[in-house]
C-alpha cells in the first residue's frame, strides 16, 4: 500500500484521478466486464490525458510496482487489472479526430468500438473493428480484431497505420512505417507488450451499405447448419463475413445460427445471402439492409457486464463432422444457458496479408472456434469450469495449435506461443529491445530473454 506521502506525490503530478484503497470510488474503479476478476490496485490511475500515463509509468518504475493497462476492461483474462500495483486506466481518454482529406483518425485508447464508430461514421467512414460495441479499440486492435469488414478490409491491426507510445521508460515514441517501424510491426497484433498507447491512428475508409443480422435455426438442425456454414465459408467474397454460433435466446428457446455482415451493393449481397436465408428454412431471417451502427451492436445484449466469462478458443484449419458432433453433444451438457459456441471465419483481405508482415499470425483461411463460458454467480463456477476443461479436452483433436490472442484466458506461456507462431522469437527480440525488464508484463506475456527481465505475473 502506498503511504499519504507516496499518494500526494503522483496525485499532483496527474491532470486525471488517483484512485486507491478506501477511497469512495475505489470498487467500482476496479471493477471491470467479467466479474470473475477481482483484484486489488494499489493505485488506479484514471488518465485524463496522454501525460499522465507517462507519470504512472514513471512513479511504478520509482516504486518498483507492477503495472496493469485498461481500454475499456472488455478482455475475459483480466489482465487490465492488478493486484497491489498500478492500474493505468485510459477509459476517460476519448478523443477523436478525423481528417477526411487523407482519410485518417487519430483515436484515444478509451474508445469503445462504439464510440468510435459513432463518430468515424458521422463524417462518412469507418474501419473494422469488432462486433460488440462495448469492446474497446485498444485491446482489440493490439491483438488484431477480427469483424465484419475482415474480408474486405483487414484486421483493425492491418488499418493501424501509427502510434503514440509511452514505453518502460517512460519516453514517448512515435510508431508508423517511417518511424520506429519494427515498433508498430509488433503493434500489430503484440498485445499490451510494448508499451501504453495514448493514440492510435487509422486507415479509414468511405462507408458502403451493410446487409447483415441472423439467421437462425432450432439447435437440433445444427449439424446441417454448420455444414451449411463450412460449405458456403470455402468461397465467398471479401464483402461477406460469417460466423455461426450456438447459443439460447432471451427467451431460453437454444439456436444455432449464422450472423453475417454484408458490406457492398445489397443487390449483388443478397445473391449471395440468399441461399444462407432460405436454407432449412429458418426459423427466423433477421437479415435486412441495415444501418452499419445497428450492425455493429446486433450482438450486444448477448454479453452483458457484470456476469462471470471464462472462455476457451483456438484456430481451427477445417470444420470436420467430428468436431461439429462434439460441439453438439457438449452444447446440450453445459451448465450454464449461458454459454455459447462461436466459430468465426478468418478470410479475404485478411487472409493475404503475409504471415510475418505483422505479428498477428494466423493469415491463412481458417476457423477461429470459441467456447464462451457465461454464468450469472460465483457458486456456478466449479461446474462450468469443469465443464469448460472437458469440452475442451474432446474437442483439443480437432483444433489447430494457434491461439488469437484477444480470445486467451490466463492459460500459461505455452498458449502465448501458440498466439505468435512463427512470430514469436522476433517478438522477443522486440521486447528485449523496448520493455528489456518486463516491465510490462500483466498481458499475454512475452518474455524478454535478458538477464533483467522480470517473471510474468
Ligand atoms: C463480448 C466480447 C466480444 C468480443 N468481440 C471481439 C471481436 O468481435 N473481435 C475481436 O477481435 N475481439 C473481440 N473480443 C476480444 C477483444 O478484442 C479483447 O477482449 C480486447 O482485449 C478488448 O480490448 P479492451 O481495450 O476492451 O480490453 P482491456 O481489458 O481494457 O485491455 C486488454 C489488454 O490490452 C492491453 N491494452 C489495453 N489498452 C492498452 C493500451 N492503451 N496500450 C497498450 N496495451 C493496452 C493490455 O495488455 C490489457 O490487459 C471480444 C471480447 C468480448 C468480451
Redesign the pocket.
Known sequence: MLNDAEKENLRKQLEGELVTPGDAAYDEARR??NVMIDRHPAAIVRCAAASDVVAAVQFAREHDLRV?????????SG??ICDNGVMID?SRLKGIQIDAKSRVAKAQ?GLTLGDFDKATTAQGFYTTM???SK??????T??????WLMGKYGL?CDNLIGAEVVTSEGKVVRASETENADLLWGLRGG??NF????QFEYRLHPVEPMTGGLVLHSAERARDVLRLYREKTTKYPDELTMVAAMQNLPDGTPVCGIALGYSGDPVAGGKHLQPIRTFGPPIADLVATVPYLQQQSMLDEA?PSGLY?YWKASMMDTLSDAAIDVLMEYFQTRPSPLTQMFIEHIHGAASRVPVTATAFAHRNEQFNFSILGIWREAKETEANLAWLQECWRELRPHLAPRA?V??LSQEGAERVREAYGPNYDRLVALKNKYDPKNFFR??QNIRPTTSKAVPPN
Open positions: 471491470i466486464f496493469s493497462i485498461k481500454g475499456a476492461g472488455h478482455n475475459v489482465n487490465a485510459n485508447p469488432g462486433v460488440v469492446t474497446g479499440i485498444a485491446g482489440l493490439l491483438g488484431g480484431g477480427l469483424g483493425a498485445g499490451g508499451g501504453v498507447v495514448t454479453y466469462y488469437y484477444n480470445y500483466l498481458n
